[in-house]
């Protein structure tokens, strides 16, 4: 039983009625679930905490209605009609009193880059920038109010914002002239460098492009000012390395800032040996590991070098296996993250037809396969019969159809494995494709709060591609038509960690406020217990962690979010609305809104 709680206290969340759903609590319990009170639990009631008054979403379905879910010792121990509830209160029982409020599983991201994200919002952050002017203005603010720093770092631009999506080094010039400034992208695909950083870094007219990336240039060849993908990368020896302290400052904000946001457990992205001026991420979890100050549960994917070999999956095995012996449930190392392309918005990412150019003509470019894909086939056979996770960073059709080519050369050499391999982002999907989802054991790990119409897709990506490609951007009906399994992420800081934000994007199509057609179509969208399902059980399955998360059920951990308005009594075009009140993780609560 949890101390210090008085027995006369109770907590109200939410001012709405109990919407009614549209399923019935007996379909609900015909389906495939644990039964709805384990007489086994009776042992460790009363509860610490009941929470009454509101829909449960359970984690897959319709939510279910008339019930009260009571938590013990961390862990769910009961699902129970409100009419036994009253039986599981006892005098330090804290009664959460949801007012009409959803209960769900706490949300878990798929797809995220918390480290680099915190360390972002401690540096010179643009991602509140309105346009250009508004990012320089605040890269000027910054640079007078931290006179002492010899380098101006961070990052947050929209390519959007400027023309052709390329910033130029004059615009930073005009503000900071005496000291390099090396700032990323919100998509953390492109750097935008003044004139000071370039010449620190030995970059002029006669520096090659990098086989994976492209410098933007002026008339003359001199670089204008903007570095897209691996060019990013000829900073890399002048550029300051991150701090320990700062990085580790960076994971503990973003910690905060996600648990705030209903998120109990994600899938970094990206841990490695640095990136982009990122520091490594494992030191950094296992610091905050031992200092317990780590409260939700990771698992880290291992970023694969794509100038390295096969020789890497001894090595990932290997840490794989020495995180593991710390057994502190809170932190696993089993995957291992391949970036099969690049972005759409820069013509980098893969694709079977060519990019068009400013005037429709077509042109030789098809973007950059950055993993050969015969090597590609070669290592992911090798990682799966390591019993290591493949996650995909996959956009194009061509990068997709690649993806999903070695996951079945894998197939054929290992016969079925439980890797659970799931292929991230998915903008452009051949209608071919999507049935090899099923077949294959593939995850698609939506990042769905991109798949409307706005500035970056209308003007820097549909127009540079064929006729038709509209209809193929971010196909999650299909994917869900032909039995694909979901997971979903963020990717932030490339874009809002808020699950929600995502939620009501893959149910509309639409962003809020704007009256703009579907992106892809009406059959493109989801509905919203499959789009909340993807954000909950159905990461949770893809971290290895549906045993004890992902679903309210008895037994699993009570990693849990309040969500009001619930969102299952909104019209679809207001599921936006719905913010967290409260986080809590192992029964505790973690996060309570204020206001």
Known sequence: MRAGVAPDQHTQFGNTAVNDV???????????????FNEEARGALPADVLFTGGAVFTGTGEPLSGHAVAVADGRIVAI?????????????????????????????????????????LLQCNLTEAADAEGAVAAVAAYAEANRDEPWILGGGWSMDHFPGGAPVRGL???????????????????????????????????????????????????????????????????????SEDLGYAGLLRAQDELIALGITGWQDALVGTG????????????????????????????????????????????????????????LSLASTKIMVDGVAENQTAAMLTPYRDVHGHDTHNHGLSFVDPERLREYVVALDAAGLQVHFHALGDR???????????????????????????????????????????????????????????????????????????????????????????????VSSADPMDAIHIAVNRVAPGRDDEPLGGERQRLDLATAMAAYTSGTAYVNHRDHDTGSIREGYLANLVVLDPDPFGL???EIHRSTVVSTWIEGEPVYSRTT
Do not use: K
């Open 80 to 120: 129970v009609p409100e009419s036994d509830a009253a039986g599981l209160v006892g005098e330090g029982t804290d009664v959460v009193r949801l007012g009409g409020a959803l209960l769900s599983p706490g949300f878990q991201d798929a797809h995220v880059h918390p480290i680099g994200a915190g360390v972002e």
């Open 399 to 493: 990068a997709v159809r690649e993806a999903l080519d070695a996951l079945e050369a894998a197939r054929d050499a290992n016969g079925a494995t439980d890797g659970r391999h799931h292929l991230a982002h998915l903008q452009i999907v051949e209608e071919a494709e999507t049935a090899r989802f099923a077949g294959l054991g593939a995850v698609a790990n939506l990042q769905a709060l991109w798949a409307c119409h706005e500035d970056q897709i209308d003007e820097l990506t549909l127009p540079f591609l064929q006729d038709g490609a509209e209809a193929r951007q971010y196909p999650f009906g299909d994917l869900v038509r032909d039995g694909a399994r979901l997971a979903a992420g963020s990717d932030w800081p």
């Open 571 to 573: 019209p679809v075009e």
């Open 172 to 242: 930073l010039d005009a503000v900071v002239p005496d000291r390099p400034v090396l700032l990323l992208s919100r998509d953390h695909h492109s750097t935008w460098a003044n004139s000071a950083a370039i010449r620190l870094a030995g970059i002029d007219a006669s520096t090659p492009d990098p086989a994976d990336g492209r410098i933007e240039r002026e008339p003359d060849g001199t670089p204008a000012g903007t570095f897209h993908e691996g060019a990013g990368g000829l900073f890399d020896e002048v550029r300051p390395a991150t």
């Open 22 to 36: 549209d399923s019935s609590v007996a379909a609900w319990v015909s389906s495939p679930r644990p039964t709805l």
């Open 275 to 330: 990136f982009s001026g990122v520091p490594e991420g494992l030191p950094l979890y296992l610091r905050a590991l031992g200092e317990g100050t780590l409260r939700v549960h990771v698992v880290g994917a291992q970023w694969w070098e794509r100038t390295r070999g096969i020789e890497q999956v001894a090595e990932m095995a290997a840490r794989r296996d020495e995180v593991a012996s710390i057994d502190s449930g809170r």
